[in-house]
């Protein structure tokens, strides 16, 4: 395997990584900490999808790197929309 195609593949498992730990928190509703682990993964990926000129990999791990940030901004948007009401 060549060096592109393994950065590549590094790259792309990184942001599948970082959408699957959100997995328990936003569909499940389970109070998991493995979100946490974006800002270790999403990094790695970004250094690869750098390092082999794919911008959309790129721009996909630095929102998942401020995913936490996102939805945070989201969840108390839908707060503030609903007085506090579900």
Do not use: H, R
Request: aromatic share 18%; net charge positive.
């Amino acid at each position: 395997m060549d060096k592109e195609k393994l950065f590549k593949t590094i790259a792309i498992t990184s942001l599948v990584v970082c959408l699957a730990v959100w997995i328990p928190n936003i569909i499940f509703q389970v109070a998991s900490p493995l979100w946490m682990a974006t800002f270790i993964i999403a990094p790695i990926g970004i250094t690869f999808s750098i390092l082999i000129k794919k911008y959309w990999l790129v721009v996909s791990n630095v929102i998942m790197l401020f995913s936490f940030f996102l939805f945070m901004f989201a969840g108390y948007l839908v707060n503030f929309l609903t007085d506090g009401k579900p």
